[in-house]
């Protein structure tokens, strides 16, 4: 598919009013995302397991204007509250797909969103936030064409969040989601997110997320920086190139349930994305000292126990601590005892796996 065919053609009839509500996961990248083009191309394809409880819902109500207005109508509430500080993303991520969604300017649109998760809890909310009103658009979209089916809803709404932020488009659907070409992957795509079309080992059923909350603050590096550090970067090229081979690996392993392998890429990838961002210009820091001191205690447990506990980070200070739902007692009771003093405020939240985003 290209981005021409999701310009949908003239509605029939656009309806008066009505309301929606969303609620969308976010999710953790295995092989990363860093590096993008212009119009929200990523540079490498990525992974991502989807998670099941740190969410966003979003309710969009929607009523047709009299005329066509000139600009987006839309009022923003998180959390119970107007929010004008979040209204210049939505006029951004409204801008850039007006094409796609001609209906738009059409109506005023109310939307009321608020995060499972604790608000300035450094988590990214962009992939949740805006696949939920990606799919809440759609569903608009879906009253006015009611002949759109199941396949173009959720790869339009895949690419729609997409062009919100890069890692919404892998909040669509679950379990294992997969964005960007990949030469390995049938059907993989630049312009949206697909289910991962290979087999998963049931090793990796119910896989465990405990996200601990290292520094709560506002991120250091914003992630259009941050992407943008990617450009004239001396190892971009081999970066990019390792995002491919890392998952044409994966493919094995999942298949074979190899946690060893899964293991060694999934902490490798990780701290190559650090790793760019400190051999970047600028440069930048974003582990904390507790960051390390939690990476250090996960690689002497493992040691130690011979379990599948690791991690992985996004560009920021928290830590995601993966593991087998088998091991779970055993690595809570370690995560409890040495990890959580390293923790802001001894805050965590657990989640795991997760099949997608679901109509409330
Ligand atoms: C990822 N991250 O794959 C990577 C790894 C953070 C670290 O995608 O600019 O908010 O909106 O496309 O999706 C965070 O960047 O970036 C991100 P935009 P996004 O999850």
Same mark, same amino acid.
Not at 118 to 144: D, Q, T, V
């Given at each position: 598919m290209t981005e021409?065919?999701f310009?949908p053609?003239?509605? *029939?009839k656009?309806?008066a ?7 969308s996961?976010?999710?953790?990248a295995?092989v990363k ?6 119009n929200q191309?990523?540079a490498n394809?990525?992974?991502?397991? *989807?998670?099941?409880?740190?969410a966003?819902?979003?309710k ?17 509430f998180?959390?119970?509250?107007l929010k ?10 409204f801008?850039r797909?007006e094409?796609?969604?001609p ?5 005023? %649109? ?5 995060n499972?998760?604790p608000?300035s809890?450094?988590i990214a909310?962009?992939?949740s936030?805006l696949s ?5 658009? =759609?569903?608009?979209e879906k009253?006015l064409n009611?002949?759109?089916?199941e ?9 729609l969040?997409?062009?919100?932020s ?8 679950g379990? &294992? ?10 059907n993989s795509s ?5 289910k991962?079309?290979?087999?998963v080992h049931?090793n990796?059923?119910?896989y465990?997320? *405990?996200?601990l909350? &290292? ?8 992630s259009t920086?941050?992407?943008?550090l =990617?450009?004239g970067?001396p190892f971009?090229?081999q970066?990019f190139?390792?995002a491919?081979?890392?998952? *044409?690996?994966?493919k094995?392993?999942f298949?074979?349930g ?6 060694e890429?999934v902490?490798?990838?990780?701290l190559?994305?650090?790793?760019m =961002? =400190?051999t970047?210009l600028?440069?930048f820091?974003l582990?904390?000292p507790?960051t390390l001191?939690?990476?250090n ?10 379990t599948?506990v690791c %991690?992985t980070?996004?560009?920021?200070a928290?830590?995601h ?5 088998s091991?779970k007692?055993e690595?809570m009771?370690f995560i409890?005892?040495?990890? &959580?003093?390293?923790c802001q405020?001894?805050?965590y939240?657990c989640?795991?796996?997760?099949f997608?985003?679901?109509?409330v």
């Amino acid at each position: 598919m290209t981005e021409k065919d999701f310009i949908p053609s003239e509605y *029939t009839k656009l309806i008066a009013k009505g309301e929606v509500t969303w609620k969308s996961p976010s999710n953790i990248a295995l092989v990363k995302y860093w590096g993008k083009e212009a119009n929200q191309i990523p540079a490498n394809p990525s992974i991502s397991f *989807t998670l099941d409880t740190c969410a966003t819902t979003t309710k969009v109500t929607y009523k047709k204007l009299e005329n066509k207005a000139q600009d987006f109508s839309f009022d923003l509430f998180f959390e119970g509250s107007l929010k004008e500080d979040f209204k210049p993303k939505i006029q951004t991520f409204f801008k850039r797909i007006e094409d796609y969604l001609p209906f738009l300017k059409n109506y005023h %649109f109310k939307i009321e969103t608020s995060n499972s998760f604790p608000h300035s809890s450094g988590i990214a909310s962009s992939a949740s936030g805006l696949s939920a009103l990606a799919l809440a658009l =759609m569903s608009l979209e879906k009253e006015l064409n009611p002949d759109i089916n199941e396949d173009y809803f959720i790869k339009k709404a895949s690419f729609l969040a997409r062009l919100g932020s890069g890692s919404a488009a892998r909040s669509i659907e679950g379990d &294992v989601v997969q964005w960007g070409n990949h030469e390995g992957t049938t059907n993989s795509s630049n312009l949206y997110a697909v289910k991962y079309p290979y087999k998963v080992h049931t090793n990796f059923k119910k896989y465990q997320d *405990t996200i601990l909350l &290292v520094d709560k603050g506002q991120k250091e590096v914003s992630s259009t920086v941050g992407h943008n550090l =990617m450009h004239g970067h001396p190892f971009s090229q081999q970066r990019f190139a390792q995002a491919h081979d890392n998952l *044409t690996k994966l493919k094995e392993v999942f298949a074979e349930g190899d946690l060893k392998t899964f293991i060694e890429i999934v902490e490798s990838e990780a701290l190559t994305l650090h790793a760019m =961002m =400190m051999t970047s210009l600028p440069y930048f820091v974003l582990m904390k000292p507790n960051t390390l001191e939690i990476i250090n205690k996960i690689w002497d447990f493992r040691k130690r126990t011979n379990t599948h506990v690791c %991690f992985t980070l996004d560009a920021g200070a928290n830590v995601h601590v993966l593991y087998p739902e088998s091991e779970k007692e055993e690595i809570m009771q370690f995560i409890k005892d040495e990890l &959580v003093a390293f923790c802001q405020n001894g805050q965590y939240i657990c989640d795991q796996i997760g099949f997608g985003a679901k109509k409330v």
